[in-house]
Nanobody, 124 residues
Framework: QVQLVESGGGLVQAVGSLRLSCAAS????????MGWFRQAPGKAREFIAAISWSGDNPRTADSVRGRFTISRDNAKKTVSVQMNSLKPEDTDVYYCAASRGLHTTPEEGAYAYWGQGTQVTVSS
């Protein structure tokens, strides 16, 4: 029973930056591993980053490593992804997700709760 709401999406020029945040409800937030995915029209969701319940094992996909950084604040019940050096190919809807597991995983099926998504558009 977790509700997730993303924010921070918008329009940005190439090589610019955005920070996406996800606010969660539920007392057990700190026991969930959290992830970020993105999805283009007509395509499956793509894993981009995840972080363990303790925040000590952040993980990023090869496609965004070195540009995107995930973090969480259990006291505030939020998880964020800082996105730097954005490219037009990063244009997607970005989703926050929560897993009942404590550890990170890129597997979409491991995440039981999802936000509605926030649009990120990167112009050339």
């Amino acid at each position: 029973q977790v509700q997730l709401v993303e924010s921070g999406g918008g329009l940005v020029q190439a090589v610019g930056s955005l920070r996406l945040s996800c606010a969660a409800s539920g007392r057990a937030f700190s026991s969930y591993a959290m992830g970020w995915f993105r999805q283009a029209p007509g395509k499956a969701r793509e894993f981009i980053a995840a972080i363990s319940w303790s925040g000590d094992n952040p993980r990023t996909a090869d496609s965004v490593r070195g540009r995107f950084t995930i973090s969480r604040d259990n006291a505030k019940k939020t998880v964020s992804v800082q996105m730097n050096s954005l490219k037009p190919e990063d244009t997607d809807v970005y989703y926050c997700a929560a897993s009942r597991g404590l550890h990170t995983t890129p597997e979409e099926g491991a995440y039981a709760y999802w936000g509605q998504g926030t649009q990120v558009t990167v112009s050339s």
